[in-house]
């Protein structure tokens, strides 16, 4: 194939790697110096840092994140390991996957009913004795729906980090007078801790700027940093403000991203040892 | 690694399907109950299914959703294909390194970025809010997924059966039709099935750039949903369940297929 | 002189990091020889096969293939075939359509396609394979429809690229005896890539022994093993005894303090040189019988020889291949005659060594 032939073969990628790649983010950024009247301004950087609200909503914001991705991980940890050890793993991590592929939507949804008033799950606490509690539109509800919903998305990338431990070392840390719990803290965990940080990437970014969730389950009281772009959006038009907070977003996104992925680092700490 | 599961293992693995499965499988029970909220089942009937079927909006939805989620899959897998081999073809380092970068921005991005992104990109080429613009936006979000489903098949094929193909006379499309495009086609397949469910999944991006007059099924199951319980979403629920059932099938399916070739060479490997 | 079939006129190939794989290489194959190129890894026998089929450009220099210059035209117009190291068999094809390929996009007609397909299954012997998917075959059959699919389109030469790398070590003998049975029968060149000397002196008509991107030295099998040009020669083929010495005068070599009788000349006076004895040249006899006593050290059974293992008093280690048994510890004796050494001079080019040896042997 000759270059020119090639290049026409490539456009459609490359548009595309510009017109909605590029050109979105960097649509956001140029928006964000603009007021609702269209004028170039910085106001809304310093309405963004000035205002209470909007730096208690990003604490709030990477609060439930972190919340929703530590409750996802002591779940899915155990979870993953156990699975791994199944005689047919394949087939039980695949109903891990399942449930993923039924719509977000339909779950949020179950969960109004679930937690309704005479829900299931006062239904249960009822019979228990414990009484009915109001746990629709609470903090506590939004943040372990949206852990339920992340689940599968922590055990796959731990799944198959075990999965990929060769049995050896397993057998050779046994041989060497290792006990089960000096096995596991010693070479398992510290062989998942790829899995575990691509899990913790996989599921805190998106946990960042849940807007449906903080709608349907949260009720209008939570206001997280995804609700707020949102409302400027669709609601105030406001463009300028949400695409300040997005800007925000954006930034922490790719903090994120950097403190979990330690791909150099390892090589680093290879080469200290 | 693989040794016994405890006891308290299996035990922790029942609860935590349970979990899993209880919400789904309480929708699903709704949807049949006489009654019309998710709580004290009623009784059973099959009223919310035929109420379903003959509510012509929600049919035109979901025929629409299948519509979006079909076309842009198939616009999609041709482009990440295409992208796959630009990827794979960058002949420096750094370039490819790029490329791979810009190809996961989407991938990482929240969903709300994205659809504010989208629309201001919309509006600002006057592209009006709708079909098009949705039909746009799910093509865009599902290129960089098909892209790393077929990569990994080009990368590990070896550049000597191009070489091969050439020796004995090949020209380069017949390289490409009988070689290349046999060889990448699981990851085609399964960047294709990717596809099409990040598409039926997607809710955010949609809710930004649809407008007013298109509806996807997400945005109609949201908007009911704000408005309290309503049982004909479980038996929409209970119809799309089956529905994510029989893509599983067929996925796995044309999966164990390919499989099954893979299999036997990994015995005969094993035998010699 | 016979016209070559394929012809390298000072090729050199330089990669964009600078990497140098080869230089200045001159290269002649006749038709219907088994030529082998045999070097260490990285020595560049593998780029000048890839010249040859089109796969790599060249940075300078002319390919030639029956007489006509073919550095420009893509490897799917070149006449000649590959077997690859990997085979590169299509996994989504059966044998058939594997062996057929050729055919087929060269827009055969399928009767013509069907016989030629049988004929070249019938010549490796694996005719009734037609039909089997590529994963079901062992190495050795993958091996064979390598062949086949590669001498399907009848080329006038077939380069084969280290092909019995992934075999094990009795496969790999007996594939030796019917490449070259199969040479033969075609009547067409093979050039053959290997680091396995071995391979290399068994089925070659000629060997071009490469390092560095060089061709340091060309000749037959027994040329080479008996005469190599130099030290790196000496120790890739075989395995030898190499001490530095002195030539006193043609015919009179001096090393670890002795002079000896020679069969070299045509060096300067006292000129320092090396000198090659193989392992099985040597034998053991009494120490007074010896013409260098060495001390044994240790012993090897090796099946059909022992390989024993000893150091003079100088501390030089020597290597002898004896169908006796010694004792460990025990001072022999060390015979040789004049045609068990070969005297290499130091940096002399191929040119000047075939002159020299020319002048005074026949």
Known sequence: MNKGTKAIFMTPYILWLGLFVIAPVGLIFYYSFFNVQGQFTLDNYRNFFASGTYLAMTANSVLYAFLITLIALLISYPMAYYISKLKHRDLWILLVILPTWINLLLKAYAFIGLLSRDGLVNNLSQFFGLGVHHML????????????????????????????????????????????????????????????????????????????????????????????????????????????????????????????????????????? | ??????????????????????????????????????????????????????????????????????????????????????????????????????????????????????????TSLSVPLGFWSVLLSHIAFEIPIVLLMVLP??????????????DLGATPSQILSQIIIPYIQPGIIAGFFMAITYSLDDFAVTFFVTGNGFTTLSVEIYSRARQGIDLEINALSGIMFIFSLILVLVYYFIESHNVSKGRKKNRLEAVE | MEKAIVELKGVSKVYDDGFVALKDIDLKLNQGEFYTLLGPSGSGKT???????????????????????????????????????????????????????????????????????????????????????????????????????????????????????????KLRKDMQYELRDLQQRLGITFLFVTHDQEEALAMSDEIFVMNDGEILQKGTPVDIY????????????????????????DYKVEFLGHQFESADAGMRPNEPVEVVIRPEDLVITSPE??????????????????????YDSDGNEWLIHSTNATEDDKIVGLSFGPHDMHVMRYHESEENFNERLDSYED
């Open chain 1, 137 to 273: 539109f609470t903090n506590a509800s939004f943040i372990l729906v949206a852990a339920y919903i992340q689940i599968p998305f922590m055990i796959l990338p731990i799944y198959n980090s075990l999965v990929d431990i060769n049995g050896s070392f397993i057998r050779a840390s046994h041989d060497l007078g290792a006990t089960t719990y000096q096995t596991f803290t010693k070479i398992i965990l510290p062989l998942t801790k790829p899995g575990i940080q691509s899990g913790v990437q996989i599921v805190f970014i998106p946990s960042l700027s849940l807007f449906m969730l903080s709608r349907l389950i949260g009720g209008n009281k939570i206001i997280t940093l995804g609700t707020a772009v949102e409302e400027h959006f669709l609601t105030t038009m406001n463009w300028g403000m949400g695409s300040t907070i997005g800007v925000v977003l954006i930034i922490s996104m790719v903090i994120v991203m950097l403190l979990t992925n330690t791909k150099k680092k390892k090589r680093g700490q290879l080469n200290a040892k």
């Open chain 2, 1 to 122: 690694m693989q040794s016994k599961a405890s006891k308290f293992g299996k035990f922790y693995l029942i609860f935590i399907f349970l979990l899993l499965y209880i919400p789904i499988a309480y929708l699903i029970i709704y949807s049949f109950s006489k009654g019309t909220t998710m709580a004290n089942f009623h009784g059973f009937t099959l009223k919310h299914y035929q109420d379903l079927f003959a509510d012509k909006r929600m049919l035109a939805i979901f025929l629409n959703t299948i519509l979006i989620a079909l076309l842009s899959s198939l616009i999609s897998t041709i482009i990440g294909t295409i992208g796959a081999f630009a990827v794979h073809n960058a002949r420096k380092r750094h370039t490819k390194q790029t490329l791979l970068s810009l190809n996961s921005i989407l991938l990482v991005s929240p969903d709300v970025i994205i659809g504010a992104s989208f629309l201001i990109f919309f």
């Open chain 2, 153 to 166: 098949r080009l990368n590990e094929m070896s550049p000597s059966l191009i070489n091969a193909a050439l």
């Open chain 3, 47 to 169: 780029t000048i096969l890839r010249a040859i089929a089109g796969f790599t450009d060249v940075s300078s220099g002319e390919v030639l293939f029956d007489g006509k210059r073919i550095n420009s035209i893509p490897a799917n117009k070149r006449q000649l075939n590959t077997v690859f190291q990997d085979y590169a068999l299509f996994p989504n094809m059966n044998v058939f359509e594997n062996v057929a390929f050729g055919l087929v996009v060269s827009k055969t007609p399928k009767d013509e396609i069907k016989q030629r397909v049988a004929d070249a299954l019938k010549l490796v012997q694996l005719e009734k394979y037609a039909n089997r998917e590529i994963t079901e075959l062992s190495g050795g059959q993958q091996q064979r429809i390598a062949i086949a699919r590669a001498v399907v389109n009848q080329p006038k030469v077939l380069l084969l690229d280290e092909p019995l790398s992934a075999l094990d070590a």
């Open chain 3, 226 to 249: 008996d005469e190599p040009i130099n030290h790196f020669v000496a120790n890739f083929i075989g395995e030898s005894n190499i001490i530095p010495g002195k030539m006193i005068e």
């Open chain 3, 289 to 310: 019988n010896g013409k260098l006593q060495v001390k044994v050290s240790d012993q090897l059974f090796r099946g059909d020889y022992y390989e024993i293992l000893a």
